[in-house]
């Protein structure tokens, strides 16, 4: 099951005797493991019935596993990174075997919670012994939909409100880390001071932006005859650590949006499926066409064609990384400037 799913039946009041929290979104991760804490346990009394094991060897987890609950209905015994789950840690077939045949006996009274930080390895018999009880959930990324609900949602309880199209620019900004998105509306809460509403021009102001937007804005600058601009961006995702071959992937993207919106826009295609056809956030939709529209469609296709032989180029070993990004945006200039000239 989802992340949504073992909310919903949190919700209901529904649990299950043992649990695999897995997948790369660590801060809804250990949010799900609170709620659950939270339900299980009585308040005042969580440190008296809740255990947490580091990789621990089979007789310490059955042990924890078998200690009664005090003055409480149920146990929560936490496995963090145990290496019967994790790919880069070895285990030995005993341990495997001992933990696999006491959950067909777990203890009524225990709840049985493993966590790995981000995927588990499926290879592993106590993996396919999880995922045969049905105790796996999965912390897959939000999409976009799900992340900007999540962000009006999350916002509101931090005390002020947004609307779906700013939340929708927000995810755009920043990207889908829950915890860097949680840290951002904290921010924005600050930023926003007496005003009851946070605006997009409070995320442009003070949010840090995502390598996606960041290059959104470089092209915008670029396409725009502003290549000074788009130097400097470029300079400053290289200056804070950006990989160059990540920043070319990006623009390769860019570009292959721009020409298959110019495309699109040829075919009349109506401009409520512009978002959905090109997996671009709806607010962004009209950006995206207006700086398609600055250029011929040869002359996009031109700048994305030079952009898919330079990755080949870069892959294949025949160029250095090194000063490739850089002079892949005059090389871009170039080929713009003759659909200017």
Known sequence: MNHNDFFEELKAGRTRPMYLLEGPEEYIKGQALARLCALLLPEGLEEMNRSELLNPEADELIAAAETLPFLAERRVVIVRDSD?????????????????????????????????RGKADAR????????????????????????????????????????????????????????????????????????????????????????????????????????????????GLLENGEDRFMVLAMLLRQYRMLYHMSRLTQERVAPGSLAGLLGIPPFAVARTQAQARRYPPDRLKAAYDYLLDLEYRLKSGQTPQEGSAESAMFMLEGILQNARS
């Open 124 to 235: 592993k018999g106590l993996y396919l012994t999880l995922k045969k009880a049905s105790a796996i959930v999965d912390f897959s990324p939000m999409g976009d939909a799900e992340a900007a609900n999540w962000a009006v949602r999350t916002i509101r309880s931090l005390g002020k409100l947004m609307d779906l199209t700013t939340a929708q620019k927000l995810i755009f900004t920043v990207g889908h880390d829950a915890a860097l998105l949680k840290q951002e509306m904290e921010k924005l809460t600050q930023y926003a001071g007496e005003r009851a509403t946070v605006t997009d021009e409070d995320i442009d102001a003070i949010c840090v932006k995502s390598l996606e937007c960041t290059v959104f804005q470089m092209v915008d600058a670029q396409v725009t005859g502003r290549i000074g601009d788009a130097m400097l961006l470029m300079r």
């Open 84 to 116: 019967l789950l994790t790919a880069t840690k070895k285990s030995d077939d005993t341990k495997s075997d001992a933990v696999r045949r006491y959950l067909e006996s777990l203890s009524p009274t225990t709840c049985l919670v493993f966590t790995v």
